[in-house]
């Protein structure tokens, strides 16, 4: 049997059902009284049954009227979940996510996850703001960003601070260099090479002036850059040491540079996944949000 009816039908069903008035239901959906009924007769014959018991004054649902209003609320509220869920899907293959990362963790870290989320969404946009940690944070807060990669931001009442990665500073040398065979390095040895530094406006560098502010540890510095990107370029070519943030330093066996471990003191500083507190992430940006975060558990592990 064929049902000459469609959704519209339904919805200005529904709308009487609910209203329990023709001329409410007309106002809520938009449309005329006579269309509206019209629409509703056009489902009744369609059905074969009489849905509404109609008088001058009122309008009630039959007992078939009650029993199928239930069944058409149950399809349109399923109708519309699955629509919202495609244009979900929609949105999440194509756009732009702009992310907002302190340098130090862009350089080695993020090009893998980049290169992993562009294969499985080649349409999507991606726009880096790397920049220090007080600008990367600020390009969240102001919403230029969707979200970002800090290592500052838990004491802002706007921004929500989800730790992933608490990673050791460690010293960065020339796979030549005297101490690249070294399993640890204390500061205090540090004194006997050509050391070079972030400069003073860089987050990393306050964490350590802190972490030595309580010792008669004072470093002389023959370089000093802005970013630690910067430093470790210094570092293969055989200018000196850093220390570095351990995320900065590649993954694995590296032609140029060494990793040692830093001691006495030992230092750390823990990096998150920063965005907007309320505010939902659109779909593309979730989705590199989930996916950094998974990069990152592994990168967590590794360096255990």
Known sequence: MSMNFDLADLRAFVAVAELNSFRAAADAIHLSQPALSRRVEKLENALGVKLFERTTRSVSLTAVGRDFSRKARSLLDDLEDSLLSMQGVAASQQGEVVIACV??????????????FHDQHPRIRVRIIDDSANAALESVARGEADFGINFIGTQEPEIAFETILKEPFVVACHRTHPLAQAKQVSWAELANY??????????????????????????????????????????????GVAVVPRLSMP???????????????????????????????????????????????QSSDAMR
């Open 194 to 239: 050509d050391f070079m530094t972030v400069d003073k406006s860089s987050g990393n560098r306050l964490l350590v002036d802190l972490a030595l502010a309580n010792s008669d540890l004072r470093l002389g510095w023959c370089f000093e850059a802005k970013h630690v990107s910067t430093l470790l370029g210094l570092v293969e070519a055989g200018l």
């Open 103 to 116: 340098p130090s963790a862009v350089y080695y870290f993020l090009p893998k996850v980049l290169r992993d």
């Open 251 to 297: 993954q694995g066996e590296h032609a140029t540079l060494a990793m040692v471990a830093l001691v006495e003191p030992s230092i750390e500083r823990a990096v998150g996944l920063v965005r907007r507190r309320g505010r939902e992430l659109p779909p593309a940006a979730r989705k590199l949000y989930e996916q950094v975060r998974a990069m990152w558990q």
